[in-house]
């Protein structure tokens, strides 16, 4: 489609010295750090996409009757990028991103971004924001696009006008580097998604109803949340806003995408990994009262969750209303925690395209 770009960039002596960029990227955290630049493009029925600009990082002007705002339509995407051992940068499975955003946008009503056009956006952004890709291990460049209507109206149908941005941060491990195994709460009060929602869609609404949840976890020590099925609260869907595996000795299951499951890129990239290391894959149900069984029994030797931000992320403890058991703990996350970052970063070959080299 061949969308012209406009780039306002940051002249070097208007841009953060050394000093400083290496002062804000010491302990960058998760969220807290973006870089210069920010991407944005609008569209509207009559022009489709266009106004593609590179700009330096600023506050965007929004008017107070703003759809967005009101009415939730936003959807969001979640990437990372890694710098490669030839100084390369690549994107992890950028347009399965790409294809999964469309998807978001489309059950919001939103038009759908082409995907060179998501690409085009990464790789303007990371050619304006190079020098923050992180060259340590243990950091990576978050690649976050969001798309909302921006009509100035609360007329209750879909905008007729809306705005890409993409943004770019360096982040470190969700969990913090050489996070323990975490904890996480099992609670009935709260569902995250159910048929016929928008749990499958990646939109902001469904993080504002999980924090209450996230809230109440807090409170009985928890990290995290696990998400039970909101027909029954029997079946275990997710964990926070990751995919969850269960292992049985070298046996991985995880739940099926059942249309209220987030089709996490990672669970997918896990689930194609896994035989490469001799594991067996198995999608099905696992009740949360299979879960207590079969982790105290020992028949489950692992649980896991995963997740761009998080990678792959052990579970150590599940805490319920009257208890809670623990979950063991092997080596099976470790060694598909380990196969993903090798692809990611470049240190293996990448025999199914998974690593989108944005820049040279
Ligand atoms: C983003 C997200 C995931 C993980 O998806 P990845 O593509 O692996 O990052 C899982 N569950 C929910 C609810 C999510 O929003």
């Given at each position: 489609m061949g969308i012209a770009w406009?780039?306002?960039?940051?002249?070097?002596?208007?841009?953060l010295s050394a000093a400083e960029l290496a002062r804000r990227v010491a302990a960058p955290g998760?969220?807290?750090?973006?870089?210069?630049?920010?991407?944005?493009?609008?569209?509207?029925?009559?022009?489709?996409?266009?106004?593609?600009?590179?700009?330096?990082?600023?506050?965007?002007?929004?008017?107070?009757?703003?759809?967005?705002?009101?009415?939730?339509?936003?959807?969001?995407?979640?990437?990372?990028?890694?710098?490669?051992?030839?100084?390369?940068?690549?994107?992890?499975?950028?347009?399965?991103?790409?294809?999964?955003?469309?998807?978001?946008?489309?059950?919001?009503?939103?038009?759908?971004?082409?995907?060179?056009?998501?690409?085009?956006?990464?790789?303007?952004?990371?050619?304006?924001?190079?020098?923050?890709?992180?060259?340590?291990?243990?950091?990576?460049?978050?690649?976050?696009?969001?798309?909302?209507?921006?009509?100035?109206?609360?007329?209750?149908?879909?905008?007729?006008?809306?705005r890409l941005l993409v943004l770019a941060?360096?982040?470190?491990?969700?969990?913090?580097?050489?996070?323990?195994?975490?904890?996480?709460?099992?609670?009935?009060?709260?569902?995250?998604?159910?048929?016929?929602?928008?749990?499958?869609?990646?939109?902001?609404?469904?993080?504002?109803?999980?924090?209450?949840?996230?809230?109440?976890?807090?409170?009985?020590?928890?990290?995290?949340?696990?998400?039970?099925?909101?027909?029954?609260?029997r079946w275990v869907e997710e964990m926070g806003a990751m995919n969850i595996f269960f292992c049985y000795g070298d046996r991985l299951v995880t739940p099926p995408l059942s249309g209220t499951l987030l089709p996490g890129i990672t669970r997918a990239s896990v689930l194609a990994l896994a035989a490469d290391l001799g594991l067996t894959v198995e999608e099905r149900r696992v009740s949360l009262a299979d879960w207590r069984a079969d982790a105290t029994s020992g028949a489950m030797t692992e649980a896991f969750a995963c997740g761009t931000a998080a990678v792959v992320t052990p579970i150590g403890r599940v805490v319920e209303r009257d208890g809670g058991f623990a979950v063991g703990t092997g080596p099976v996350a470790g060694r598909l925690l380990a196969a993903l970052t090798d692809v990611q970063r470049g240190r293996v070959e990448d025999v199914r395209g998974w690593r989108y080299r944005l820049a040279e």
């Amino acid at each position: 489609m061949g969308i012209a770009w406009s780039r306002t960039v940051l002249a070097d002596e208007r841009r953060l010295s050394a000093a400083e960029l290496a002062r804000r990227v010491a302990a960058p955290g998760f969220g807290e750090v973006t870089t210069e630049h920010v991407v944005s493009c609008r569209w509207s029925a009559e022009r489709e996409w266009h106004d593609a600009e590179v700009l330096p990082y600023q506050p965007v002007p929004m008017d107070p009757a703003m759809a967005g705002l009101h009415y939730g339509q936003v959807v969001f995407e979640g990437l990372k990028a890694y710098r490669q051992p030839d100084g390369a940068v690549a994107a992890f499975r950028a347009v399965e991103h790409a294809e999964r955003f469309r998807r978001s946008a489309a059950r919001l009503a939103m038009p759908e971004p082409p995907v060179e056009l998501f690409l085009e956006s990464l790789a303007e952004l990371v050619a304006a924001d190079r020098r923050w890709v992180p060259a340590d291990d243990s950091q990576s460049l978050y690649l976050r696009p969001v798309l909302y209507g921006t009509d100035a109206s609360l007329a209750l149908r879909p905008a007729a006008g809306y705005r890409l941005l993409v943004l770019a941060l360096v982040v470190e491990n969700f969990f913090g580097t050489d996070a323990p195994p975490v904890s996480v709460w099992a609670g009935s009060r709260y569902a995250r998604a159910s048929v016929g929602g928008t749990g499958e869609a990646k939109c902001a609404g469904n993080y504002a109803g999980a924090f209450a949840a996230q809230v109440e976890a807090a409170e009985h020590g928890c990290r995290q949340v696990v998400w039970l099925d909101a027909a029954e609260h029997r079946w275990v869907e997710e964990m926070g806003a990751m995919n969850i595996f269960f292992c049985y000795g070298d046996r991985l299951v995880t739940p099926p995408l059942s249309g209220t499951l987030l089709p996490g890129i990672t669970r997918a990239s896990v689930l194609a990994l896994a035989a490469d290391l001799g594991l067996t894959v198995e999608e099905r149900r696992v009740s949360l009262a299979d879960w207590r069984a079969d982790a105290t029994s020992g028949a489950m030797t692992e649980a896991f969750a995963c997740g761009t931000a998080a990678v792959v992320t052990p579970i150590g403890r599940v805490v319920e209303r009257d208890g809670g058991f623990a979950v063991g703990t092997g080596p099976v996350a470790g060694r598909l925690l380990a196969a993903l970052t090798d692809v990611q970063r470049g240190r293996v070959e990448d025999v199914r395209g998974w690593r989108y080299r944005l820049a040279e």
